[in-house]
């Protein structure tokens, strides 16, 4: 299964407004294994490491989630877990424009797009597959206003370009 990265849509088959019935319908997710209630009507579900993580606000489905253990990631059609951190992030500063450091990830806001682990902002060094073991990579994909991390706010620009 491939989940293509929609910027401000969704990822693969999961889009935005989807009730947790309709993400319950979609082909290989089934039920949750649990469920987590928040303030302000916000719920997560999750269904284990190799399936994306779904939150739902009133309007429905807002943000997406999906760790390195979930195959098939993609963005623009390269496999954003199977290839370089330092060259994903090219890519995607190219297509969407420069990140913005927000609580030690790299945000895209305008595409409502957050990369995890992909950069060490104290080291200033991308994380290398090859060499290290700790892998904690993941990508975030939310509807413009839903990110909890405040990165539509004034934050430090970065560029790898």
Not at 99 to 115: S, V
Request: proline letters at 6%; a negative charge; one cysteine or more.
């Amino acid at each position: 299964m491939f989940w293509t990265v929609h910027p401000g849509h969704g990822l693969g088959s999961l889009s935005f407004g989807m009730t947790p019935e309709d993400v319950k319908a979609q082909p290989g997710l089934g039920r949750p294994g649990h469920v987590y209630r928040g303030s302000r009507g916000r719920v997560m579900e999750y269904r284990g490491l190799s399936v994306p993580i779904c939150e739902y606000g009133p309007g429905g489905l807002n943000c997406i989630i999906a760790g390195r253990k979930v195959a098939g990631v993609r963005f623009q059609g390269t496999n954003i877990f199977d290839t370089d951190p330092e060259a994903i992030v090219r890519l995607m500063e190219t297509r969407l424009g420069a990140a913005q450091l927000c609580q030690e990830q790299l945000c895209f806001p305008k595409a409502g797009l957050l990369l995890g682990g992909f950069f060490d902002a104290h080291d200033k060094c991308f994380f290398r597959p090859d060499a290290e073991y700790h892998d904690e990579r993941s990508v975030t994909i939310y509807m413009p206003g839903a990110c909890g991390l405040s990165c539509e706010t004034e934050h430090e620009l970065v560029s790898f370009l």
